[in-house]
């Protein structure tokens, strides 16, 4: 397999298992028809904000939706991923199964915090390890500090968590971006879309990548790998 072109993917969607309104099938094919390489279907799950009520009944039921579509659609690597809260005490909401059966963890804040309590809770969460990318970072921030951004980018470099450029939430503190870079992260494009037309919508933040130098990836935990 040939590596990947970053900029060829969106690792962050929402599919009627979550909160958003489309068939897997329906992402899957819009992604194929944008000419992706890598679409990654990141649902919320129970009891995460943004789920639906159920257990592992439902992911395995989403993970059957995911394989029909790869049947479907070969060409294109469709990574069976979750957004995982990341709770204020640095640790993540309960998912049925844990984060080892994904593909993709993004781990995300979804409660309104300051620079302090968001960077303690990130920092919390990136030492278990079990995150691959830190979600729309200040989507919920109320301030920031860069002595926090520092220590919190310190320790997702530390364990290799890469930082997500969100093109839902429009990020307010971009030196974030830059002391991320200089620590050594990577960075990924999300849409974070919940209807078909976001589906691979990350121009705005490839050209920030650019501008900024960041270097940008794809997970290699994937599929036939
Ligand atoms: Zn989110
Ligand atoms: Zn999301």
């Not at 599919?15 to 390489?37: C, H, N, P, W, Y």
């Not at 690597?77 to 005490?89: F, H, K, Q, T």
């Not at 930082?163 to 839902?168: A, G």
Request: net charge negative; charged share 25%; with cysteine.
């Amino acid at each position: 397999m040939s590596p990947m072109n970053p900029r060829k993917s969106d690792l962050h969607t929402h599919s009627l298992f979550s909160d958003g309104v489309e068939t897997i099938g329906a992402i899957v094919k819009r992604a194929m028809q944008l000419r992706l390489e890598v679409i990654g279907i990141a649902d919320h799950f129970w009891p995460c904000i943004g789920s639906n009520q159920g257990g592992i009944g439902l992911i395995r039921e989403r993970r059957g939706a995911i394989e029909l579509a790869r049947a479907d659609f070969p060409k294109i690597r469709v990574l069976d991923g979750a957004e995982i809260d990341i709770m204020p005490d640095g640790t993540f909401s309960q998912v049925a199964g844990g984060h080892e059966q994904f593909d993709l963890v993004i781990g995300s804040v979804h409660w309104s915090s300051d620079s302090s309590r968001w960077a303690s809770a990130v920092i919390g969460a990136s030492k278990r390890r079990t995150m691959d990318i830190l979600g729309h970072f200040d989507g919920y921030l109320s301030t920031y500090r860069q002595a926090d951004g520092e220590i919190v980018a310190a320790a997702l470099a530390e364990n290799d968590i890469a930082v997500e450029l969100n093109s839902r939430y429009a990020p307010d503190n971009l030196e974030f971006f830059e002391t991320a870079r200089d620590q050594g992260c990577r960075f990924t494009l999300g849409s974070d879309a919940h209807q078909l037309n976001g589906v691979g919508r990350n121009e705005e933040q490839a050209k920030l990548a650019d501008a900024l130098n960041l270097p940008l990836w794809v997970p290699t935990r994937v599929p036939d790998e």
